[in-house]
């Protein structure tokens, strides 16, 4: 089962991941995860790199860590 960009009116496949840490005052950013999870949302490429977030937070973008990891132990 492919999920969603989770924006309204939007039907692109999901790209990335996305939740809030509240205690940390982050919105952490992931390549879209295996597994959903009920506190993340899922955003395919064009939401998630205009994704803002509230004023005082922070913005962690995460995207393509793993892979880069990947391709560097491929090397
Ligand atoms: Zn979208």
Known sequence: MSRQC???AC??????T???DYA???VWLVDVTTQP??????????HADGLT???????????NVVSSLIEYRAS
């Open 37 to 46: 999870h009920p506190a993340t949302y899922d955003l395919c490429h064009r």
């Open 6 to 8: 989770n924006r309204p």
């Open 24 to 26: 940390e005052r982050t």
């Open 11 to 16: 039907s692109e496949p999901a790209a990335a």
């Open 53 to 63: 977030v509230p004023v005082g937070w922070d913005l962690r973008d995460r995207r």
């Open 18 to 20: 996305y939740g809030y």
